[in-house]
């Protein structure tokens, strides 16, 4: 029910023509949400700067090119995440500019990417075989229209290798850290600096990593206060977070 | 938001008093949901079945007698489940109607019980230790107006103690089977008898029983068609939604 | 022991060819369940809508198709579940009439179907890739002959698809709802209705939900009164469970 | 190695009294983390509105006592958390300014309390019985010089008194979200905001809740974009991570 | 249905006082189980070895008493476990000739204790703090009539322990192995003997041990073959299962 | 060393041609388990039933068939566990005489099948999906020397199935009981007879049975006196362990 | 049966008193560990450094004052570890000499302190509630002859505190770090040193620290390279353990 | 900022070119790191024994030729560990004397084999799908400079065959100990030797094993004193903790 049929109903009743019981019964039959529908529809509509996200594991190459297609009609960015190449072949076929990031595992379509609004949203990883999930994390921000640094490789047990770039670590405005195996990295980066600090643990490791849960369980207990946790290699949420955070004020929902 | 304030809001529109757009306006910010608020009380006051329900672990006996008391201004029955005497004396020092059952550690004050409808619920037991669990799901179907029955301490181990009492639990309409250690009693109970089957794990076992896992585990994994289970320990849970079951046809929600 | 041995041996007893110590003798050593087989049996006869199910996974579909063949010879309703095409397509072969639902992937052999008793039953689920579970969950339920609804993709995180149905979710005589994920639909759903809630977990989601882990948890511990649960990804199991409530007063047993 | 030993080296330099050789070695031979350890002091002294935190569990009244009154001689604020009201009165025997709230079990000492930055921060809570754990994170927010909005009793199975408030919910800048038992209320706040939620599962539940196990299984696994999780119980973290985001734009360390 | 009834019936039979289908209706109608039952009872009063049994963990001094009291009106042995000394005392009380026996923390009357059957249960444990759970399986052994041989503080750690008694290790019949921590005993032992060996894990360790899970999942994963495991702490199971093999030509159920 | 060599030293000894001293030295620095090992192998020589196992799970098909010809070398039986039919067949060019058993994926080579003893071996299975591990159990025995029964497919929930077969199950000397989900038959069955129970918990299930891992937990809180549990699928170990049961007095060890 | 006994048969042998079968046949009989049992303890002997320990969790205090006055009379070292102050003062009345260390929780006998071997053994702590663990650990060190070097309170959050202190870090032989919550410290320190690093998981943490076990699957899971772990609070064993690499050139075992 | 950087600073001091206040300025601004960084590589290059290391796992056979080919531009050995044949050939094309163990599933690259140092690291494996995990850790400590022999196949199932080489065990001044299933080698090695035993659980097992968890528990509760242990499967991790600690005396960091 949107404001139309409201306003159609209330001249009807300001007209004479449709009676107070009626009217009252008409509103009192809606669905009751129909109301905050609009209501939260009319905040959706500020909320541009928001990616359609796709979800491709488990569907098919030709699923995941139809729902992008769709969803490309509209003029704000979309983003599918774990794609493999094959689907973005197919996708390409249907929506030409569409691009594929292999390491992040994503296909974007970006018509008229969003201006860079906050500051930096710092990207850390742990190892190298974090960066498909670190990938995904700088990549969503920066659809989402932020500035994004990264800073790869910089495991805890070569802690000189992090500190070397400690003036880069403390300039960030908001932090996505990224780490399997134990999963330490955050704690240390939350105790140099007084910034949030996503945690993202992976499900890189092996043996009692029990795929990703030691990381998972050690960024939740960390000892560095104000270090938040999302899933286990999600790094589409970790983005989605920091994006969330560094546009506070940018925003006006 | 209520129907009042509605109808005279028309009938200022309809007198001319307020125009369109204001009452457009007035009608959105509403918050939605309060006509579904009221849709929702309306419902709620057809369900006089329902008890109103404390849960006394972890609550002092005053905080248990003060609630009890402000819930016993209604008319409808109260439930506090996990109760101990020393809550229960408390609670009649203010509610003298209130009613101890120690076995399933609930005070019930029920002012008119309601009268019983369905068919019976009949509640089963494993072990005499499940006892308390089965009393706190027998007495909330009963108080909630079901007839019931109880058929404690025929675990799997003793099978002839249970096939003894085939026709009663034949004859039965929802069965509530409550089982600790490995938790096989609602698989045979459910190969039994074609009624629904909701199955309780208790806490009730030692060593790798993992305080009630064990038979939680064994009950979600039953090998009879039909059987459904609630938490740990949640006679209550069984209890209620046993009695919702088996009054489908006597309420008119 | 069939009835024609009792009979013969009371013959024997009449004509005074057996004497009573020899009778009791020989009915106690009787395997003391045949008599309650033919008691089972003349009760399983009665239970014509109880469809014959076939869980296909791990079996070839040769094996699939020879099962199905044995059992479409008896007039009552044959289910496959967990079925894949080539597995119908084997069926096919030898039972012509097997229908195949490709999203439940189940295989129904359904000669007479079964007349709509009871209320309805409404499936819902929060996710899209839930859908499969949920259909699993309404096939079952339509082939035993209950009337079923609708409501798919409606997770929490975006209420208004949820409540702007809200109207059907109350109708609704016994209510299926899946979800993956956090598992939280069936809370909201259980606060929204009184009518029993079956909680189905599936085993989407990724990271963290530990293949269904996390649904199952957060149903079972459920602060909604009444929402009892199936195994993860159990979708037969609720199917089968709200056709049991449903027809309660329809069958006979 | 303050400035005053590098100063020094450094005149000695100028002075011919030391040469350069020399001069390299002793400032090879620093521990390197002298010069970064200043670096990192005159960076702390910026963080006048980051709490002293005193972690009170398992430590003796006496113990907590003595370390809240050698905190409290510096002027910023001190947080006791986990405090139990003996430890509070011997905490105001040394620290007579110290204030006990009995709720969030926690001693805070505020001489001179910071100023109100940012916007509000809202704490929501689904039961009662979270309400120690929410409000621990409001006060730690409010002592770190935020506007704190509360919101408590609010869970998803009543959502009716949840969307009463949406429009308190929708204009909150961060929220804390925090909820024992499935732990699905962030995923319904998350659905309804784009504002950071921070979720804070609590230990609150029986069963298979396994001590707040179920709610942060739930709240990793939210269907919500952007929702990010603290530790079971974690009330300060979660309010300590809010005000880091709140504030932001007002801190310039 | 006892006997007499089902004689009754056929002197009816025989007499021609009732005819051969109303008998067959008779029969038929009977709850299936009443023949069993019989069947099972007169095979139960030849089990004079089994003990009867009381768990007493979880039960009032008083409680206990009142069981062991009237159990103890059967000539038979009655075992109580993981009773107190308190316990004891009031059970003493009423069955003064009770015996308390401290270390396997069990209370036991023997009227007439049975004579020894078959060959040697050797109990074997790895630390002392093992010796409860061993005793309670030595004591259960021996009640039943087994001779029992004790082999305490053999743990794998001091092997030279362990093998200064292999004689009496291959001299056993059938090994009860009581070990906690990494429960590795049974293994060296079930290595040495081919002989039935049952593996009974303790609770006893710290840290990871989990209590008891770490020796569990060890004698489960036994790489020697034919080790059997029993529940945590659970020595009366052992003993009994272990009585049950050391009898089974002595007894003729 | 073996004896010989002992011989031969006490012969130098006894002829003047060893000194004392120069014995001891020789004895004493023996390995200690050398004469223990003369022992365990003059005990080995009298296992004739024992046969030869081969684990063939992550073994290649040459590699198997290269241990099964060299094992056959000896007189004694072969078994090869978890061996596929492409095994099976390289096994039979080396060793013609092998037999492979599909169901219970075994290749046997029993040159002169043992002479049955003991009593009868019951394998009871609850599935038809459990019978290959049913199977795995029942030739173990079987090629160990034992009269095998096998009853498959009679799972709690359909009582009647177990229980028309009582005779039988009470006639077995020890029993095997095979199940999956959630392993409630041997409580059952232990229920029925006062006979070793050797309780053998299988993957087999889906959703919360975590591979087996349900099964396992509730055979270990068996209400039943005397059920003892080997690991989960250990078909294998529990046949062992049922032969070593079932031939105790048959052995001389 | 020691070298006189075998030294005085083979005398009988020489002198023809016992022939060359009956020798054979006394050795053969021998356990086959009594040799073996003389060779271990003559490598006992050698074993002054390693203390006795008592386990006190679970005794009482005149247990643990009974078995450290038995094991006092021996002149090595005696500790008694997770001692009460109780213990100690029972432990004082019958050995004076004895010293209780509060914050280790242990009792300590020392008569003639062993001369301090090796290097220096470093052990590292991360929080103030780490400590009882880290004290035990170098109070073991310190006992079996050690110079130990202690470094409290250094959790990776506040890096500076550990990088001041990186030479006394780097000067060390064997590393033992101790730390509770994410267990990061190891990896760092690992990262800094190339010594043996032992890493002590603690309980200190709580939520989803699961009592200790965040920490101990973080530690196996170290991206640092060798280093190593013990179980959960098991200060005593990585003491002992850093002692034996410690001395491995000191002992001559 | 490397030492020139340094030493051009103190000359322009010196030359009163920069005054005191720029020159403190400018070392204060340095990341603190630098030199930090320095200090570490000068140490760096004194760990010549220290192996490049590359995981196979998850990579391409191009990947790890390229990595493999970079790191052997330098003098040092390289690792790769959990290597295919084809991972081997396609390093072999571009590094030609690069060496491929299939067992130890390791290619080594090893221009200048380093000098043998220490006493003997004795690696034992408890059954022979242990393997290939012992042999990771055996050949790392090849490679490392340690003179390594192995004891293969020596399960405590089978005691004979591990005391058989007591001497060889008794001799190794570092030992590893390799096992699955139960796990249970490291406690029986512990107890016979007083060196360092680093336990490594594998994955080897089936059921309730859980992919090396029962190996895991088994081995951190450890009976015997001084064991360690590192992660499931890492045998690299357990020769290179090996290596560390035989060498200590080598090495001169």
Redesign the interface.
């Known amino acids: 029910m949107d404001?139309k049929t409201?306003?159609h109903l209330?001249?009807q009743?300001?007209a004479?023509q449709v009676n107070?019981d009626q009217?009252?019964d008409t509103?009192?039959r809606?669905?009751?949400?129909?109301?905050?529908?609009?209501?939260?529809d009319s905040?959706r509509a500020l909320?541009t700067g928001?990616p359609e996200?796709v979800f491709c594991?488990?569907k098919t190459a030709d699923q995941v090119s139809a729902i992008v297609a769709r969803l490309a009609e509209h003029p704000g960015p979309v983003l599918a995440t774990r794609a493999t190449a094959e689907m973005a072949d197919a996708v390409r076929r249907v929506v030409p500019e569409a691009v594929y990031h292999p390491e992040a595992r994503m296909i974007v379509v970006e018509r008229s990417p969003l201006p860079k609004r906050g500051?930096t949203v710092l990207v850390i990883s742990?190892?190298t075989?974090d960066i498909p999930v670190a990938e995904e994390a700088a990549l969503t921000a920066e659809v989402m229209g932020n500035r994004v640094a990264r800073l790869f490789d910089v495991?805890?047990?070569?802690?000189?290798r992090l500190?070397?770039?400690?003036?880069l670590i403390?300039s960030a405005?908001?932090l996505v850290v990224v780490a399997g195996?134990?999963?330490?990295l955050p704690?240390?980066v939350?105790?140099?600096?007084?910034?949030?600090v996503?945690a993202v643990?992976t499900?890189v490791?092996?043996?009692?990593?029990?795929n990703?849960?030691?990381?998972?369980?050690?960024?939740?207990?960390?000892?560095?206060?104000?270090?938040?946790?999302?899933?286990?290699?999600?790094g589409?949420?970790a983005g989605?977070?920091a994006s969330?955070?560094n546009q506070?004020?940018e925003?006006s929902?």
Chains 1, 2, 3, 4, 5, 6, 7, 8 share one sequence.
């Not at 195996?181 to 330490?184: R, V």
């Not at 990703?212 to 999600?234: E, F, H, K, Q, R």
């Open positions: 404001e409201i306003r209330l001249e009743v300001q004479g107070i009217a009252v509103l009192r809606l669905p009751f949400t129909d109301l905050g529908f609009a209501h939260l905040h909320r928001f996200v594991q488990g500051g742990a190892g075989s495991g805890v047990a070569g802690l000189h500190l070397a770039h400690v003036d403390m405005r908001v195996m134990e999963g330490a704690s240390v939350g105790g140099l600096v007084r910034r949030p996503i643990p499900s490791g092996y043996g009692a990593s029990f990703g849960l030691a990381a998972l369980l050690g960024m939740l207990n960390s000892c560095a206060s104000g270090v938040v946790v999302v899933n286990i290699d999600n589409f949420g989605f977070a969330l955070i506070l004020d925003e929902i």
